[in-house]
């Protein structure tokens, strides 16, 4: 058994999530490949509030990044599009991961979210066979929507095809889904073989601990079905053969590498801030994200207007660390404005000073990523530090 402090759990985390980012050697396009693949997902989101959450947590890994590198990867067939805890970006090398998952879907283990429709299924299947990749809109969907998306017929039906893996996402097209045959997805060198329990329950585990340095049971089958028991043996095999290790941190127990001890020894770069998306790998889990970094987030879009405490569209923000404040934003595209209608500080921040002016010198970056030209303050928390965080963006005009 090993007892780490809470700080020293926070520096393992955040040097197995890679963020701050450690220059990486290659291309740009390489960097954000090399993310993804180490992440394992990364999570697509449709608010466009700023820019895309799949584009907000690749930046923060990767300095350098554009919008278009997904779509490069996508189009070189090195990343592809299915569900991890939700709808994501993975990395093709790990294809054969996602095989248990639609296996359960074809074969009823699993629900669908849609009703199959067996004949409209098999109509929508030979169009695209035919007549090659096909969108949600090219076809002539007359039926009535229903459910609580009121959603088309065929576009359900282009669901259940793809989450039971006869689709795939070949690209997007103004961010709406193209779809295609698997195989004509595929590249041909891929391991398209189905792992065993074994296989699949190691792989999850493994590459949990990889990507996030320590962890529960819990967290490793974060909304994943029907494999809580496997997860749980397997830790036990893992734990007596020596392949991973416990660690207590305030007196909660977790699994980890034998290796992700050897992360205390590396520096991490805690000067630098990092604005976060909410959707971001680090804090997505928010219990977690509570009992390591003491830090409460709901993402309130989904709250009444009313009863929102910090905003629409909070971001969650890293500095030394922590999470130490979070901050409201919404880009005007047309007047090419980032605004920052509320920012709040945590109470435990104390170095105010040095965090305005980390946060300054993001924010400028932050600006470019968001092509935007200006940021306007409206409110803080507390309120004294407005003028002097005003002072520090005129700076950036």
């Known amino acids: 058994m090993h007892k780490i402090s809470i700080q020293e759990a926070r520096k393992i985390i955040l040097l197995s999530q890679k963020i701050p980012p450690i220059k990486e050697k290659g291309t740009s396009l390489n960097a ?43 189009t070189s067939k090195q990343v592809f599009e299915y569900w991890s805890h939700a709808a994501a970006y993975l990395p093709m090398e790990e294809y054969r ?81 193209v779809y295609d045959l698997t195989e004509r997805v595929l590249p041909k060198n891929i391991d398209v073989s189905l ?31 029907n494999i809580k028991s496997n997860v749980l043996n397997t830790l036990k095999e893992m734990m007596l053969s020596n392949e991973l290790i416990q660690i207590e941190v305030k007196k909660e127990l977790y699994y980890a590498l034998p290796s992700s001890l050897n992360l205390l020894e590396k520096p991490l770069k805690r000067s630098t801030l990092k ?77 105010v000073d040095s965090f305005i002016n980390a946060l300054s010198k993001e924010l400028a970056a932050f600006l470019v990523f968001n092509e935007c030209k200006e940021i306007q303050l409206h409110t803080t928390n507390p309120i004294n530090i407005k003028e002097q965080l005003h002072c520090e963006i005129k700076k950036l005009s």
């Not at 959603?151 to 359900?156: D, G």
């Not at 999850?204 to 089958?221: F, P, Q």
């Open 275 to 351: 604005i976060l998306s909410p959707f971001d790998n680090l804090l997505i889990q928010r219990k977690r994200t509570k009992e390591l970094f003491n830090f409460d987030y709901l993402l309130e879009c989904y709250v009444p207007a009313l009863k929102r405490k910090f905003g629409y569209f909070v971001l969650p923000i890293l500095w030394d660390g922590k999470l130490v404040a979070r901050m409201d934003c919404k880009v005007d595209r047309k007047s090419a404005v980032l605004h920052i209608y509320n920012l709040t500080l945590e109470s435990s921040l104390k170095k």
């Open 32 to 74: 954000t490949l090399k993310a993804i693949q180490h992440l394992g997902y990364i999570q697509i989101d449709t608010i466009s509030v700023i820019q895309r959450a799949h584009h907000h947590t690749l930046w923060n890994r990767n300095p350098s990044y554009k919008a278009t590198h997904i779509d490069d990867l996508m």
């Open 97 to 177: 991961y996602s095989l248990p998952r639609k296996k359960a879907f074809a074969n009823g283990i699993e629900k669908h979210w849609h009703k199959c429709d067996d004949q409209l299924m098999t109509f929508v299947l030979n169009r695209i066979a035919e007549e090659g990749p096909l969108m949600a809109k090219d076809f002539d969907d007359k039926g009535k929507k229903t459910g609580e998306w009121q959603t088309k017929p065929t576009k359900k039906a282009l669901v259940n095809l793809f989450m039971q893996g006869e689709l795939m996402i070949s690209h997007r097209n103004n961010f709406q889904k």
């Open 195 to 225: 792992p065993n329990t074994r296989e699949h329950t190691r792989f999850l585990i493994l590459k949990y601990l990889k990507t996030n340095g320590i962890g529960k049971a819990s967290e490793m089958i974060y909304l994943l079905k």
